[in-house]
């Protein structure tokens, strides 16, 4: 039985048909899944086990995970198709910034790497304390190799109510196509 109260999910793509005056084909896909769920550590003094909100991590991160590929799927995309990725988590003002360390980092990337069907680099994420409405800027990097420069982009959301003071935003990002028209080459 799940402990997490998920009070709601939003998830939305962004397809670039046109950059730069010029036709982007195939169209450059983003997809943001994100919960607003209560956080259970919100408003209480300095708790030192934050393994509650690690555990709440692995369940929220399944289910938004399963959201974008379907959102993806509903466009003709599957997982395979998937590049990069990146994560991000806004708690309310009743929490502290280590709440969203606790969310993103120990356990939050086995369920995002196992819906796409692995990603051996790094999820990048950011993290911060905020009010409703605020916006989270996640960074968008390739899911296997940091360094390719077509994949580092990122992707912005925002919910209108939250979080509330006793909850927290917890956000996935994936893209496919990297950046409209990328050409950034490594240097030699």
């Known amino acids: 039985m799940s402990m997490t109260e998920i009070r709601s999910i939003v998830v939305s793509t962004q397809e670039t048909l046109r950059e730069s005056g010029t036709s982007v084909s195939p169209a450059t896909v983003k997809v943001i899944a994100a919960a607003v769920v209560t956080n259970p550590l919100a408003g209480k003094a300095l708790v030192q086990d934050l ?23 509903a466009l003709g995309l599957s997982a395979a198709d ?24 120990p356990r939050f990337g086995a369920s995002v790497r196992a819906a796409i069907g692995g990603g051996a680099d790094i999820i990048p994420g950011t993290k911060k304390v905020a009010g409703p409405g605020a916006s989270i800027t996640m960074p968008i990097g390739n899911k296997d190799d940091r ?3 077509d994949d580092m982009d990122s992707a912005e959301i925002t919910i209108g109510d939250a979080p509330r003071a006793n909850e927290m935003v917890i956000a ?17």
Do not use: C, Q
């Open 82 to 105: 998937i590049r990069g990725y990146g994560k991000g988590a806004i708690v309310g003002t009743d929490g502290e910034l280590e709440h969203t360390a606790a969310v993103l980092h």
């Open 147 to 149: 360094w390719e420069f």
């Open 51 to 73: 393994t509650e909100l690690e555990m709440m991590s692995i369940e929220v991160t399944a289910i938004l995970a399963e959201r974008a590929v379907k959102a993806l799927e």
């Open 172 to 188: 996935i990002v994936y893209s496919v196509g990297g950046r409209p028209h990328a050409r950034v080459t490594k240097v030699k």
